[in-house]
């Protein structure tokens, strides 16, 4: 993990620091005064400054010595705090700056069991996978892909195991910019069983409100209809799952909306209306 070897030396430094005083406190050094001098004493404070804000940086991680996540570390987190660490992770893949996991290790400490602090409901768009544009580790997500994220009896199913039985603390539906699921219910297209699936897409072109051609060809006009399908998927779990609504209500869950924008690799948080979270949104510090 990239925090650990800085927070070692830091805390190392602190304790050798904190010694020195302690045997200057009790006369095993020459004492050069009765207090530590203004300059000691500033730097002292300034290294647990140090050590605290490297620990804040550990602690915006699900496994936070780079392990794969445990039932007490997924416990202790918030539903609120779960969706600010994969706001996070997003952060650090678009920084470039993602975590080097030991993906073996992880394999084999999860192979007798997996505590995931999120499921996401995603499209199976290969440009768009959940683990790596939250930069997760393995054991940290469930994963639920079908195209253009739509909610039906059999995925509700998998939503209620992943809360209700195993104890995931919030649902994400994670649709995306230039969705091809999208353009094809715009284009009304048929085709076997893709159209009954493009069938649960459909509502959501009528519901789109939009000034401008409305058209598969015109991609603003698709984006908008992906955000309106992401709140109409958001909406059907609340509607469909009695448990999760209930979950929801109790404050042990949350259900948010999310797009992604596969050109720039920024993942976007909305609530059930299409409105951008304001209040959850985390600066970001783009390279130029």
Do not use: W
Request: net charge positive.
């Amino acid at each position: 993990m990239r925090y650990t070897s800085r927070i070692a030396v830091i805390q190392a430094r602190a304790a050798r620091i904190d010694a020195a005083i302690s045997r200057q406190a009790v006369g095993t050094l020459p004492a050069v005064s009765g207090v530590m001098d203004p300059i000691s004493r500033r730097r002292f404070l300034a290294t647990l400054a140090a050590v605290n804000s490297s620990a804040s940086l550990v602690d915006a991680q699900f496994a936070a010595s780079g392990d794969a996540l445990s039932r007490e570390a997924r416990d202790r987190m918030t539903p609120a705090r779960v969706i600010d660490e994969l706001k996070r992770g997003n952060e650090r893949f678009c920084d470039g700056a993602g975590e080097a996991y030991d993906y073996r290790r992880q394999q084999r400490m999860t192979a007798s069991g997996q505590y995931p602090a999120a499921v996401i409901l995603g499209c199976i768009d290969s440009r768009a996978p959940a683990e790596i544009i939250f930069d997760c580790g393995i054991g940290d997500l469930f994963n639920a892909r079908i195209a253009g994220n739509v909610v039906n009896d059999d995925l509700l199913g998998s939503l209620e195991f992943s809360c209700v039985t195993a104890g995931a603390k919030a649902i994400v539906v994670f649709g995306h910019t230039a969705c091809g699921a999208i353009k094809g219910a715009i284009d009304n297209v048929k085709s076997g069983h893709l159209t009954t699936l493009l069938a649960h897409i459909t509502p959501a072109v009528a519901e789109t409100t939009f000034v401008g051609k409305r058209s598969s060809t015109n991609t603003t006009f698709v984006d908008a209809v992906a955000r309106t399908n992401v709140r109409r998927s958001v909406d059907a779990i609340r509607r469909g799952s009695v448990q999760l609504a209930d979950l929801e209500k109790r404050g042990e869950i949350q259900i948010a909306g999310a797009m992604y924008d596969v050109a720039t690799g920024v993942v976007e948080f909305i609530d059930v209306s299409g409105i951008r979270l304001q209040q959850h949104i985390i600066p970001r510090h783009r390279h130029a």
